[in-house]
């Protein structure tokens, strides 16, 4: 579409992405990203990949926080969590019937699932120890096999994006494919980078639906 801008990112294939607010969405779907993710988990890599499921919230904040809006000019890969992004995305696709929305937990479950093929290790960072408990019980509860490396919650009281020295020597040790970050954002998206940065593996910001995916898969 002339006057429209885009570029493509390598997620798995090169597929075309599109400019909302100035951040750059992957043009995908549920299935499409779930696919990829998992590709990319299952394949040997020594470096961080960061995976942003972003909504209207997030490009908002983007238009009034320079630093955050950074975060997405960084490698990675930005999924429309939400059907008014998903919209504005097919808008200035090129291939519009390519774009659905990446519903947050929807995307978490089906990678935990399909993930098992690959025996993919899952490692989660949340708020709180009851909510990453639930979540690890009713996913191994519904998803037989599913191999989760670890969890760790930063402590009361801490400042910043949760990623301390303690949390960053624990997923090294644990080693997983794939690190669900349940945080506040724009926390979460900070935590993202800045573990990718340090460490090999999928890190998704996946929000504080932590809750909200651990009754979905019960």
């Known amino acids: 579409k002339e006057g429209i801008d885009f570029k493509e990112i390598d997620l798995c294939n090169v597929r075309e992405s599109v400019l909302i607010g100035g951040l750059p969405f992957e043009v995908t779907d549920l299935d499409t990203a779930v696919r990829d993710v998992v590709t990319i988990a299952a394949g040997s890599s020594d ?3 960061v995976v942003r499921l972003s909504d209207a919230s997030c490009v908002t904040r983007a238009s009034q926080d320079h630093e955050y ?3 997405f000019a960084r490698p990675g890969v930005t999924l429309p969590d939400g059907a008014p992004v998903a919209w504005a ?4 696709a090129r291939f519009p019937r390519q774009g659905a929305p990446v519903r947050g937990p929807s995307f978490v479950v089906e990678v935990l699932d399909h993930g098992r093929d690959d025996d993919l290790r899952h490692f989660v960072i949340g708020g709180n120890e ?3 408990t639930k ?3 009713d996913a191994t509860i519904r998803y037989p096999g599913v191999n989760f490396a670890g969890t760790y919650a930063p402590p009361s009281g801490a400042t910043g994006n949760g990623v301390n ?3 960053v020597e624990r997923i090294a040790e644990a080693n997983p494919d794939i690190v669900w970050i349940g945080l506040d954002s724009p926390e979460r998206e900070f935590a993202a980078a800045a573990l990718a940065e340090r460490l090999p593996g999928v890190f998704v ?3 504080v639906d932590l809750d909200v995916v651990a009754g ?3």
Do not use: I, K, S
């Open 135 to 137: 979540f690890v019980d």
């Open 69 to 71: 809006r950074e975060l």
């Open 130 to 132: 009851d909510t990453l």
């Open 165 to 167: 020295h303690d949390c």
């Open 89 to 92: 995305m097919r808008v200035r």
């Open 205 to 207: 910001d996946v929000g």
């Open 216 to 218: 979905a898969v019960a």
């Open 47 to 49: 470096q961080g990949v």
